[in-house]
């Protein structure tokens, strides 16, 4: 179950991060990305271990269609903006280090990054806008934390964390 108090709390959302940042640490060292990375895709065992699942739209790192398809793959919300932008930009394994930040993000908000009437409503926000910042929403969240989950969705991929054991370093 989930812990009781708030700081508990916290602490359970940032070893989900980390929990799920090794996970595709490995994944991307043997340069997979998953690129649907998401709540639904991030399962808890009774032991508390996290189990990354559904890597349906994964492909590797080097295969020419990732990055010139134009297609969009992945669900919205939690799309990176080189994906919501569908193959204006290369796609690589940051947009991973996105989504998880989009999934934190709603862990420790309680509401997802954007919201919108219609899919193409939250793409154009996820491209156009910032997240409003998570203490904003809740003092109560540790700045250190909330900072790692910004980072780990910057608007840019260069500015977010490089690697998923860079953001692991960090939760």
Not at 65 to 83: D, K, N, V
Not at 133 to 141: K, S, T
Request: hydrophobic letters at 40%; aromatic letters at 6%.
């Amino acid at each position: 179950g989930l812990p009781g108090r708030i700081e508990d709390y916290f602490r359970w959302v940032a070893g989900i991060g980390i929990q799920a940042a090794e996970g595709l640490a490995y994944a991307h060292e043997r340069k997979i990305i998953h690129r649907d990375i998401k709540p639904s895709n991030l399962l808890l065992d009774k032991q508390g271990v996290l189990w990354i699942a559904d890597f349906g739209l994964a492909q590797k790192i080097e295969d020419p269609a990732i990055t010139q398809s134009g297609t969009m793959l992945g669900t919205p919300r939690y799309m990176s903006p080189e994906q919501a932008e569908a193959g204006r930009r290369p796609v690589d394994q940051r947009t991973d280090i996105y989504s998880l930040g989009a999934t934190l993000y709603e862990l420790l908000t309680c509401r997802p990054v954007f919201e919108g009437k219609t899919p193409q409503e939250v793409l154009s926000q996820i491209v156009t806008r910032e997240p409003v910042a998570p203490r904003q929403l809740n003092p109560a969240i540790p700045a250190d934390l909330a900072t790692v989950v910004m980072k780990a969705m910057a608007k840019r991929p260069e500015d977010r964390y490089q690697s998923a054991c860079e953001l692991v370093d960090d939760l």
